[in-house]
């Protein structure tokens, strides 16, 4: 078995072995692990002592330095199943989410609270919102008053 461009989990583990296309080998198996989804789509895999982890976390702990200590790592793609390191990227939450409401991969509910809540939205902005939704559900959505939609679509923040 050539290793050639794997390295050691060593923060972890040193028996496991993963590679910027997001393979982990097992040294107590002599296998590849494979990978399970959960409820949100994310690839993980199960290491010794019954830890998980998400793939593309592994990845990027191992492959992408992370200078300013960013919290969370972003899929370019907007695939959650591309854990390349050529796809992933250290980001805060606000760019992952404003990333995901671009690719249009944010539910209804979490892409109206991001355009509302955004320091920039314009009025135009809330009028198309308003448009598609009722400002009852607007409000219903951003735990706020219909008032609060009222007066940020008048323009008032």
């Not at 794997?6 to 496991?16: L, R, T, V």
């Not at 409820?39 to 998400?54: E, P, Q």
């Not at 976390?57 to 591309?82: T, Y």
Request: overall charge positive; charged content about 30%; aromatic content about 12%.
């Amino acid at each position: 078995m050539d290793f050639n461009g794997f390295k050691k989990i060593d923060f972890y583990d040193e028996n496991y072995l993963i590679n910027t296309k997001g393979e982990i080998y097992s040294l107590y198996t002599n296998k590849f692990l494979k990978p399970t989804k959960n409820k949100r789509n994310y690839l993980y895999v199960t290491l010794k002592g019954n830890k998980k982890f998400k793939l593309h976390r592994l990845v990027a702990l191992v492959f992408i330095p992370n200078e300013n200590n960013l919290p969370e790592i972003n899929h370019k793609d907007g695939n959650k199943q591309n854990n390349c390191v050529e796809n992933l990227e250290w980001c805060t939450n606000e760019y992952n989410k404003k990333h995901a409401s671009k690719l249009g991969l944010l539910k209804c509910k979490e892409s109206v609270k991001l355009q509302f809540s955004r320091l920039d939205v314009t009025k135009e902005e809330c009028i198309k919102l308003y448009k598609l939704y009722s400002m009852e559900k607007i409000a219903k959505i951003l735990n706020c008053s219909t008032t609060t939609v009222y007066n940020r679509l008048k323009g008032v923040k």
